[in-house]
C-alpha cells in the first residue's frame, strides 16, 4: 500500500465511467425492446408464447442491469469518496472505501455476466420461435 495515492482511484474511476457507459446503452436497449412489445401487444397481435418467454426474460434481465448501474453507480461514488478521503490525509480511510469501491464493482461485473447469459437464452428463445432448434 506504499504506491496508494491518487492515481490509484483514478484506474478505478475510468474504467467504471466506462462500464456504466456500456450499461446504459443496454438499459436504453431495452427500453426500445419494451417500447416495441408493446405496440405488438396493443395492436391486437396478442402475448404468442415466445413473446410471453421474452417477457419473463427481459423482466429480469432489467432487474439485473438496474442492479449492475447500481452497484456501477456505488463503485463510482466510494472511489470519489476514496479521492476526497486521500485529498484531506485520511489515508487509511481511503484505503478502506477503495477496498469497497473494487468489491461493489466486481459484484456489478458479476450482475453483468448473469445478465449476458439471460441475454443469450432470450436470443435462443427468438430463434426458437423462427422454428430453429
Not at 495515492?5 to 474504467?15: E, G, K, R, V, Y
Not at 449476458?116 to 426458437?128: D, E, G, M, R, V
Request: net charge positive; with cysteine.
Amino acid at each position: 500500500m506504499e504506491d496508494f495515492n491518487l492515481i490509484t482511484p483514478t484506474l478505478l474511476f475510468s474504467a467504471v465511467s466506462l462500464i456504466m457507459l456500456a450499461y446504459t446503452n443496454r438499459f436504453l436497449f431495452y427500453a426500445q425492446l419494451v417500447r416495441s412489445l408493446k405496440e405488438k401487444f396493443d395492436s391486437g397481435e396478442g402475448p404468442a408464447k415466445v413473446t410471453e418467454a421474452q417477457i419473463r426474460n427481459l423482466r429480469i434481465r432489467l432487474r439485473l442491469t438496474r442492479n449492475m448501474q447500481f452497484f456501477g453507480v456505488g463503485s463510482l461514488l466510494i472511489c470519489t469518496l476514496t479521492m476526497f478521503l486521500i485529498f484531506i490525509g485520511l489515508r487509511p480511510w481511503a484505503i478502506v472505501a477503495f477496498g469497497v469501491a473494487l468489491i461493489l464493482f466486481i459484484i456489478s461485473l458479476a450482475l453483468s455476466v448473469w445478465e449476458i447469459t439471460l441475454s443469450t437464452k432470450a436470443l435462443n428463445i427468438h430463434l426458437q420461435g423462427l422454428g430453429y432448434r
